[in-house]
């Protein structure tokens, strides 16, 4: 399953966790998003899921960090959320 994690001002966040309807809807639809662009890649070689860092200082600056276990994965991950 493919891993999507949030950090917002340097600190982890859980969508599930967030306070504020607003950013909380925002962030779960960034992660539905990913899932459906990204949710079925795996690694043709090694078979594993991408791992996914939405990063930014706001959630209006939020940047994709994409990391796995070979190039190939990062590559195809990335030509997806393009």
């Keep these: 399953m493919i891993d999507i994690s949030f950090e917002i001002n340097g600190k982890k966040v859980n969508p ?5 309807p607003l950013e909380k809807a925002l962030l779960e639809q960034v992660e539905d998003s990913i899932k459906k662009q990204v949710g079925t890649v795996r690694c043709p070689e090694h ?7 939405c990063k930014g200082h706001n959630l209006n600056s939020l940047s994709f960090e994409v ?16």
């Design 16 to 20: 599930r966790n967030i306070g504020n």
């Design 67 to 82: 990391s796995g276990c070979c190039e190939k994965l990062v590559d195809a991950v990335k030509a997806r959320l393009k």
């Design 47 to 53: 078979g594993t899921a991408p791992k996914i860092v």
